[in-house]
């Protein structure tokens, strides 16, 4: 489900669903404490940007969060 920022309220107006194709998890991941919860995702097709669908901005190398 992309566009979904708070789960819990049932009334967002921009959401959209798409089926995962692919899936590549960071190797550090930990499911105790969640560090490195980063992931490379593939869909199946294509989604339209905009204000409440946007790619996560990394830091460029050297730089820290």
């Known amino acids: 489900m992309l566009g979904e920022h708070d789960r819990e309220n049932k009334t ?5 669903e798409r089926k995962l194709a692919r899936a590549k998890v960071y190797g550090n991941f930990s499911i105790l404490t969640f560090n490195n919860d980063i992931a490379v995702l593939e869909l199946e097709s294509p ?19």
Not at 12 to 16: D, H, K, L, P
Not at 47 to 62: H, K, Q, Y
């Open 12 to 16: 967002e107006t921009v959401t959209v």
């Open 47 to 65: 989604v339209e940007l905009g204000s409440a669908i946007r790619p996560a901005c990394l830091p460029s190398d050297g730089e820290s969060s």
